[in-house]
């Protein structure tokens, strides 16, 4: 059975396809379940057992998710559980917020926990670590924004994650955007030349390069870059960039190239780098290194007449 149409919308009205999402939901059954049943709860919990179950945030964060995790229980109980989303994503919550209810057979529940909970944890982690960032942020131009360095099969979800946090996705896949790194130089002859080939092939598409010395930077300017990514620039770099980058644009009559500062930032970097009048910063640890948010499943207890 394929989602229930009110689940289907929720999905769609925060931007995800429920196709999409039933796809990775199945995947985690197949791979939980591996072909055989759950032998717990086949045992110990009659097949006509009906329960509630509330997911409950254990910690202060940004909840991501949630939609998702309605999807599970949707999959699970064959459209047949009862779906109550009390918290919307993007909302900050404390522990013990209650994030979303259901009922439905206690074995459906039960089967659905884990792969409901690994995914809204995960994706809650990317919000609240993408918040932080937005966070220390405020009062510059500057806005955080992922990369490719993404779990894979998860990256359309991880992303909406940051886009919850209140950060920028940057290119979702390789055909989206061309963004000229080191080893395109090196394999084209030189950063202009790398520019020039996929502007050529591309003519419509945005390009970005990236550069790692101010001589690249205004190599790649007067070539017409879109996008510019200053690789591992200390601050002072930036600033030194920015003032080129606003002077070139002024020269030709043209708006200031855009530029993204990348290379191992912390969150402790964020103001400064921040200051420096860079657009983006690319922080590739929203993703790939982010906490999850402490969430639980609680069971509630069967009411006896």
Same mark, same amino acid.
């Given at each position: 059975?394929?989602?229930?149409?009110?689940?289907?919308?929720?999905?769609?009205?925060?931007?995800?396809?429920?196709?999409?999402?039933?796809?990775?939901?199945?995947?985690?059954?197949?791979?939980?379940? &591996?072909?055989?049943?759950?032998?717990?709860?086949?045992?110990?919990?009659?097949? !006509?057992? +009906?329960?509630?179950?509330?997911?409950?945030?254990? @910690?202060?964060?940004?909840?991501?998710?949630?939609?998702?995790?309605?999807?599970?229980? &949707?999959?699970?109980?064959?459209?047949?559980?009862?779906?109550?989303?009390?918290?919307?994503? /993007?909302?900050?919550?404390?522990?013990?917020?209650?994030?979303?209810?259901?009922?439905?057979?206690?074995? !459906?529940?039960? *089967?659905?926990?884990?792969?409901?909970?690994?995914?809204?944890?995960?994706?809650?982690?990317?919000?609240?670590?993408?918040?932080?960032?937005?966070?220390?942020?405020?009062?510059?131009?500057?806005?955080?924004?992922?990369?490719?360095?993404?779990?894979?099969?998860?990256?359309?979800?991880?992303?909406?994650?940051?886009?919850?946090?209140?950060?920028?996705?940057?290119?979702?896949?390789?055909? !989206?955007?061309?963004?000229?790194?080191?080893? +395109?130089?090196?394999?084209?002859?030189?950063? @202009?030349?790398?520019?020039?080939?996929?502007?050529?092939?591309?003519?419509?598409?945005?390009?970005?390069?990236?550069?790692?010395?101010?001589?690249?930077?205004?190599?790649?300017?007067?070539?017409?870059?879109?996008?510019?990514?200053?690789?591992?620039?200390?601050?002072?770099?930036?600033?030194?960039?920015?003032?080129?980058?606003?002077? +070139?644009?002024?020269?030709?009559?043209?708006?200031?190239?855009? *530029?993204?500062?990348?290379? /191992? *930032?912390?969150?402790?970097?964020?103001?400064?780098?921040?200051?420096? /009048?860079? !657009?983006?910063?690319?922080?590739?640890?929203?993703?790939?290194?982010?906490?999850?948010? &402490?969430?639980? @499943?609680?069971?509630?207890?069967?009411?006896?007449?």
């Amino acid at each position: 059975m394929s989602l229930t149409e009110s689940v289907a919308t929720s999905l769609r009205e925060v931007g995800l396809d429920p196709a999409y999402v039933e796809s990775v939901v199945r995947r985690s059954f197949e791979e939980d379940l &591996d072909g055989g049943v759950d032998v717990t709860s086949q045992a110990t919990v009659p097949a !006509d057992q +009906h329960s509630t179950m509330d997911l409950v945030s254990r @910690a202060d964060g940004v909840v991501a998710g949630i939609p998702v995790a309605a999807a599970v229980f &949707d999959i699970v109980s064959d459209g047949a559980a009862a779906i109550t989303i009390v918290t919307k994503d /993007g909302a900050t919550v404390a522990g013990g917020d209650v994030l979303l209810t259901v009922s439905g057979t206690t074995r !459906d529940l039960l *089967l659905g926990e884990r792969t409901a909970l690994n995914l809204l944890c995960h994706l809650s982690g990317v919000a609240t670590a993408t918040r932080a960032w937005a966070q220390a942020l405020e009062g510059t131009r500057a806005k955080v924004r992922d990369t490719r360095k993404t779990t894979p099969g998860l990256r359309v979800l991880e992303k909406y994650a940051v886009r919850c946090g209140g950060g920028v996705n940057h290119r979702m896949s390789l055909s !989206d955007a061309a963004l000229v790194k080191d080893n +395109h130089v090196v394999a084209a002859g030189g950063v @202009a030349q790398a520019f020039e080939a996929v502007r050529v092939m591309w003519p419509g598409l945005s390009i970005e390069v990236e550069v790692d010395s101010l001589e690249e930077l205004i190599e790649v300017l007067d070539a017409g870059a879109d996008v510019v990514m200053l690789d591992n620039f200390v601050p002072e770099q930036m600033r030194v960039a920015v003032g080129i980058a606003d002077e +070139h644009a002024q020269a030709n009559g043209r708006a200031r190239v855009i *530029l993204e500062a990348s290379g /191992g *930032l912390t969150l402790p970097d964020a103001q400064a780098v921040g200051s420096t /009048g860079v !657009d983006y910063i690319a922080v590739g640890a929203l993703t790939h290194s982010a906490k999850v948010l &402490d969430i639980g @499943a609680d069971l509630r207890p069967l009411t006896v007449a």
